[in-house]
């Protein structure tokens, strides 16, 4: 079996990573149409409400002296880099910039993974690294994204603790990803939903008043997205390194670019294809050097 794994994705597989971008990439025009009646912070909350319901069958307790670190990685991933990612989505102009913008979590946990954890990257990462960020800065001078910088700033700042999640997820232990997306659930919706009450006073009318579309976008954003979307990643990751998986994932991004041109007429300049590029380019070519080092080390046993 290890042997296998190391073919990298053909056949099924890569009809699975398609289906899995697909969703991802749908959730950004989804959610984009939900925000329009719905502020942020409770889409966010409404979604882990249903998120948490789903998947209360499915909950396994975390080891002993584990509790810290979940109810941790919980608030980096469910509440703080959930509830920026939509805000930045409910003020940007496009969908291209926050789609694009929220990869760079992958160049900023190679760096925090290094700082926390000790762990080395070849030079070549760290080029790839700067390739990354400074394709952020010439995606952030682009007409559409200096219409509204604060949309770009606040999804750097949830790429960064999406970033601090994931590297924190490393030393969580006997969870499965259906019961790290519960508890995320489960402890980030009462933050949001207590934020969204203080912060948003329209939030009791606007739920009031929602269409299908909001409501829509809602089961979307929790059963498409992370049930149907998270599920099939963790069923290939357990046939394949994540290293193989995560460079095919770099086209939800690129998809959801497009979605936004055809169905929103979303109107990308120059400046924000060639800044994405970049910032797609260099977290491609980190992945490729991980796939590289996945390669040479020693396979796993079989046992």
């Not at 025009?29 to 069958?57: C, D, N, Y």
């Not at 307790?61 to 608030?75: D, E, N, S, Y």
């Not at 952020?136 to 601090?164: I, K, N, Q, R, Y």
């Not at 912060?199 to 299908?212: C, D, G, K, N, Q």
């Amino acid at each position: 079996m290890a042997e296998s794994r190391q073919h990298g994705l053909v056949g099924r597989d890569l009809a699975l990573v398609a289906l899995v971008c697909l969703a991802w990439a749908g959730n950004f025009i989804t959610s984009k149409l939900a925000l329009r009646e719905f502020p942020p912070l409770l889409f966010t909350g409404l979604r882990l409400v249903l998120l948490g319901a789903l998947m209360l069958p499915f909950l396994k307790k975390p080891a002993p002296g584990q509790w810290p670190r979940l109810a941790t990685v919980c608030i980096c991933n469910g509440v703080l880099h959930f509830g920026l990612s939509f805000w930045a989505l409910s003020l940007s102009k496009t969908i291209a910039s926050p789609a694009i913008v929220m990869q760079s979590y992958v160049p900023m946990a190679a760096l925090l993974a290094w700082w926390w954890l000790g762990e080395r990257f070849h030079w070549r990462t760290g080029a790839a690294i700067a390739l990354s960020f400074t394709g952020v800065l010439v995606l952030g001078f682009d007409p559409a994204v200096t219409h509204s910088p604060e949309a770009l700033l606040l999804m750097l700042v949830s790429a960064f603790f999406l970033a601090v999640g994931t590297v924190l997820m490393r030393g969580l232990k006997g969870l499965d990803l259906y019961s790290q997306q519960g508890w995320t659930a489960l402890i980030g919706m009462l933050p949001l939903l207590t934020a969204s009450a203080l912060i948003e006073p329209a939030a009791p009318a606007s739920i009031a008043h929602a269409t299908w579309v909001a409501w829509a976008g809602v089961a979307y954003a929790a059963v498409i997205a992370s049930l149907v979307g998270h599920g099939i990643y963790y069923l290939l990751l357990q046939r394949h390194p994540v290293a193989q998986v995560t460079p095919y994932l770099l086209s939800a991004p690129v998809l959801a670019t497009m979605l936004g041109i055809y169905f929103l007429h979303d109107q990308v300049g120059p400046r924000l294809w060639f800044g994405g590029a970049m910032v797609l380019g260099g977290v491609f070519a980190i992945a490729v050097r991980n796939l590289a080092v996945v390669r040479v080390a020693p396979p796993a046993s079989d046992i």
